[in-house]
């Protein structure tokens, strides 16, 4: 793993999303405190990167919890900000939280012909963030997300599963959060092509680096149990 990326202030609320153990509201003190920080530290196309990335990390928070509505308010104000940031000064950071973003708003709308209509741009944002570094584990997560992640007959999770492990074998410069996205997700496709021997180790390593997330403990779960626990969708 590479020293981290993120600014220290920026770190608490990371973490309160991965490590799943305070509800929403109990992060919005933080997401506030990150929005505060941004403000204060940041300037230009750095600070509409900070308070799209702080955005992010709140709609996850709350489409973990299923409210998907106040979710999509995130992610659309973290959209605008990231399409602000590639306009004043494109970037790595600026074209990935723009990507990340739209992902994440897709997934929140639910959609149809809202994902038909804006589902490649997510690629292709990942993609202009690859333009400018090469290395960017989480665009490079993104790419081997749409094989992995995809529904029926879209995916491809041998692909992606490949591309994961390109990325986890060095194929990427991963921070903490990149490594817990990449082993979780190869734990997840490998549970829903029920090879649980193999999902078992991925998924454990996942939660080496956040012991408490619910989503891959729930997943571990059903994986030790041979495909009969409960699993939350993603």
Request: avoid cysteine; charge should be neutral.
């Amino acid at each position: 793993m590479q020293a981290e990326r993120l600014p220290e202030w920026m770190l608490p609320l990371r973490e309160a999303i991965y490590e799943q153990v305070l509800t929403a509201e109990q992060t919005r003190p933080l997401y506030a405190a990150a929005t505060a920080a941004a403000r204060q530290h940041t300037s230009g196309a750095s600070r509409y990167v900070a308070l799209s990335r702080a955005e992010f990390f709140m709609g996850r928070a709350l489409l973990f919890e299923e409210r998907n509505q106040e979710a999509r308010t995130h992610f659309a104000e973290g959209l605008r900000l990231a399409e602000i940031a590639v306009e004043t000064a494109p970037s790595a950071d600026a074209w990935l939280i723009r990507s990340q973003n739209l992902g994440h708003l897709i997934q929140a709308d639910g959609r149809n012909t809202f994902a038909m209509r804006h589902g490649l741009d997510v690629g292709r944002f990942a993609e202009r963030a690859l333009e400018f570094d090469g290395r960017n584990a989480a665009a490079l997560h993104i790419l081997a997300a749409r094989y992995v992640f995809a529904p029926g007959i879209l995916g491809n999770i041998n692909r992606g599963v490949d591309m994961m492990k390109a990325i986890y074998n060095g194929g990427g410069d991963m921070g903490r959060d990149d490594l817990f996205n990449v082993t979780s997700a190869i734990g997840w496709g490998r549970v829903q092509q029920r090879n649980f021997s193999e999902a078992i180790p991925w998924l454990r390593k996942a939660l080496e680096v956040y012991p408490t997330n619910q989503f891959v403990a729930e997943l571990l779960e059903t994986a030790e149990a041979g495909g009969s626990g409960r699993r939350r969708s993603r």
